[in-house]
Each structure stands twice: as structure tokens, then as C-alpha cells.
């Protein structure tokens, strides 16, 4: 064998060329990875904050109808009603 010099990319595409369901499982396994690292992001900061993922939930909405509340009665003592 003959050292050639070459770069990353050619590699890349001999080992895609040559082992061709071994690229396609590369590819599946970088496209599974994005929505999974999500998912453990957001269990992440849930755990930091002490919560489980239903009292996340419940608290946004609880925040969300508060919100609300807050809104409509801050109109209506600016309306004098």
C-alpha cells in the first residue's frame, strides 16, 4: 500500500460509495439524534427545576389561565366596571 494524501470529505465519500447501508445507517442515526437530543434537553431543565414532566404542563397551563385572568380584570378596574 501507497500513502495517499487526501482530506476528509474524499473519505467520506469512499466509505459512503463502498459500504453503502453503512452510510444509510449513519444517516438515519444523525437525523434519530436531533429530535432525541430535544427530548433530552427538555428532561434536563425539568429535572433541574425540580418537576415532573405533568407538573410542567400543568403549570403552563395554570400560568396561561392566570394570564388571562389577570388581563380581563385589569381591564375592567381600568374601565371602572
Aim: hydrophobic share 40%; glycine share 8%; proline share 1%.
Amino acid at each position: 500500500g501507497e500513502d495517499v494524501e487526501t482530506d476528509k470529505w474524499v473519505v467520506f465519500q469512499y466509505l459512503v460509495t463502498t459500504h453503502y447501508y453503512l452510510g444509510r445507517v449513519l444517516l438515519l442515526m444523525v437525523v434519530a439524534s436531533i429530535p432525541l437530543l430535544g427530548f433530552l434537553g427538555f428532561h434536563c431543565y425539568i429535572t433541574a427545576r425540580g418537576m415532573t414532566t405533568n407538573e410542567y404542563y400543568k403549570w403552563k397551563k395554570v400560568r396561561r389561565i392566570h394570564g388571562t385572568y389577570k388581563m380581563n380584570y385589569d381591564r375592567a378596574v381600568k374601565e371602572g366596571k
